[in-house]
């Protein structure tokens, strides 16, 4: 009779080589998706997800009100502020020192 400490081997090991083989196969899954989806016209859009955002591009467009010690720029909007605020309030300085 098998024990519990081999079946749980046995199992693991069927789990690698499992993992191991979906690996082996997501490239030509993916190039198959991309390929339909050019085919087709279907853009990340209509499937519900988000379309890639370019890097580097900023998602804020108001003018920046405020900077930071090293440069940075800040509109002063709503939401989170960035580090460098947080840490100047932290040090006791007056955000209105860094208006521009």
Do not use: H
């Not at 749980?8 to 991309?34: F, G, P, T």
């Not at 988000?50 to 909007?77: C, D, H, I, Q």
């Amino acid at each position: 009779m098998t024990s519990y400490s081999e079946l749980m081997a046995q199992a693991q090991a069927l789990m690698a080589q499992a993992e191991q083989a979906r690996k082996n196969e997501l490239a030509s899954v993916i190039a198959d998706i991309k390929a339909k989806m050019k085919q087709y016209g279907i853009t990340v859009a209509d499937l519900g997800g988000a379309p890639a955002r370019k890097p580097g591009k900023s998602k804020s467009t108001a003018a920046a009100k405020y900077r930071g010690p090293n440069g940075e720029l800040w509109a002063g909007g709503p939401g989170r502020k960035p580090e460098w605020v947080r840490n100047a309030m932290a040090e006791g300085k007056n955000i209105e020192d860094f208006r521009i």
